[in-house]
């Protein structure tokens, strides 16, 4: 029995060193994405963060509408018309839309 219990030992010797250098080849090979990977998790951070606090976004938007009215309904307006121009024109930018969708347009 402690025959095989070395060449198990051994046995898992070997592949912890094999994961190891593994491990170290991955971390060569991804130094050209990680400023990506790291944008990634700063996005994923701030998105967490305003889930956490949903009262800040909705203060702003608040603060925002009270100050300046004038362009909350020019950007609601423009964000109208560009949806309207996406209904209506849709089928011409996404072949098969319209069938997909069950509207027509002449």
């Known amino acids: 029995m402690a025959k095989r219990d ?3 030992a051994l046995k898992k ?3 912890q060193m094999q994961s190891r250098q593994l491990r170290d080849d991955w971390d060569r090979n991804v130094q050209g994405i ?3 990977f790291a944008g990634a998790d700063a996005v994923q951070r ?3 963060w305003l889930r956490a606090h ?3 976004p909705v203060a702003v938007v608040v603060a925002v509408v009270v100050v300046k009215p ?3 309904w020019r950007i609601g307006r423009g964000a109208w018309v560009g949806w309207q121009a996406w209904r209506r024109y849709r089928h011409l930018l996404v072949p098969g839309d319209e069938v997909a969708s069950g509207e027509s347009f002449r």
Do not use: D, I, S
Request: net charge neutral; hydrophobic share 60%.
């Open 54 to 56: 949903p009262a800040v």
């Open 6 to 8: 070395v060449e198990l």
């Open 34 to 36: 990680k400023p990506a």
């Open 13 to 15: 010797q070997q592949l």
């Open 46 to 48: 701030g998105w967490a």
């Open 70 to 72: 004038a362009l909350v």
